[in-house]
């Protein structure tokens, strides 16, 4: 294993190659005098006399006591004002479509399309089936030709359990209407209905 060893005096650096760190120390012992040539030259070189040591620059001292009475406070300071922002880079200028200003401002978002309309609402079929209209028929024809309008039917169906008592004759039509066939059927008998 080889190691580089450098000596380095500005403008000025030396280097050679040893075999052990012990080899090291014994070349830099017997060559001290010409090290020392080598340094006082890069003094020369760089304006110092033979044999000064060049310091390392001193960092600025700090002030001590209070500042200034016209300094201004950093807590307090005031940041400078922004820079105009260009409206041209590079002689390129923005394309109008991106400016903003008074006269052209955001573009307007399309308005989304209307909803689309409404299913149609199921038509009501009454689950009533061919008995309902043909005993309406012919509870019609009976009230025509009876004196009370209807009163007497109303009370038959309701001492039949299809309506209750005391409703009108509308009424009672309508809630035959809504009847299945299954449940007219007593009615229908009674009626010589088929």
């Known amino acids: 294993m080889t190691f580089k060893i450098t000596v380095e005096r500005l403008p000025l650096r030396v280097e050679f190659e040893v075999g052990s760190i012990a080899e090291a120390v014994g070349v830099l012992e017997q060559e001290d005098s010409q090290l020392r040539k080598i340094g006082s030259i890069a003094d020369e070189l760089n304006g110092n006399a033979p044999g000064q ?73 009454p689950p009533s089936g061919i008995l309902a209209g043909k005993i309406i028929a012919d509870l019609d024809k009976r009230k025509a030709g009876s004196a009370d309008d209807g009163a007497a039917l109303v009370t038959w169906l309701a001492s039949a359990n299809v309506v209750q008592a005391g409703a009108s004759y509308d009424e009672a039509v309508a809630v035959v209407r809504l009847m299945r066939d299954e449940h007219l059927a007593g009615i229908a008998t009674a009626l010589s209905v088929a």
């Open 53 to 125: 040591d060049v310091a390392a620059p001193e960092a600025p001292k700090k002030p001590r006591g209070r500042p200034a009475k016209n300094t201004p406070d950093p807590a307090t300071a005031v940041a400078p004002a922004p820079l105009p922002v260009p409206t041209a880079v590079e002689g390129l200028e923005i394309p109008a479509a991106l400016k903003r200003d008074a006269n052209n401002s955001a573009p307007a978002v399309a308005a989304p399309p209307p909803p689309p309309p409404a299913p149609p609402a199921p038509s009501i079929v």
